[in-house]
């Protein structure tokens, strides 16, 4: 059993671990072959110019998601629960750009006898612009 994170110790403006990842051909690569995600704009620097992103090929906004995932389960463990995440794919993942997954607590509540936290995500760039805004929401242990 591992615990990361309790519901108690959360309180609304609380920003979960900051998660980051540097992509580029070879994490688009292993994402595609997973998924069976190979797209030719994601996969070769011509095709990405033709569907109009001047430097060429561009990372997958699927990945972005599943890095939010990533991310969330690091943080609270094995023993919560992701319940929802939702988000927008606003800018273009660039090859080499480096990614930090965010995250603040917008709510905190017990519903139905869970304890529910809602955060604001966010998927940013190395630039600090965000790529990805969205939610999540999760069902987090109490101590006692």
């Not at 998924?35 to 620097?45: A, G, T």
């Not at 006898?113 to 999760?138: F, K, M, R, W």
Request: aromatic share 10%; glycine share 10%.
């Amino acid at each position: 059993m591992t615990v990361n994170v309790y519901f108690d110790d959360l309180n609304v403006g609380d920003a979960m671990p900051t998660w980051s990842r540097q992509t580029s051909f070879m994490e688009w690569n292993r994402y595609a072959a997973v998924n069976d995600e190979f797209v030719p704009f994601h996969m070769d620097d011509e095709a990405g110019r033709a569907a109009q992103n001047e430097q060429g090929a561009f990372g997958m906004g699927n990945l972005r998601y599943a890095y939010i995932v990533n991310a969330l389960r690091d943080w609270i463990g094995d023993e919560a629960e992701i319940r929802e995440v939702g988000c927008q794919y606003r800018a273009i993942n660039q090859k080499d750009d480096v990614l930090t997954v965010q995250g603040t607590v917008s709510e905190k509540k017990v519903e139905n006898g869970e304890n529910v936290v809602v955060l604001e995500t966010n998927v940013v760039n190395q630039d600090g612009l965000g790529t990805c805004p969205g939610h999540a929401i999760l069902v987090l242990p109490s101590k006692g």
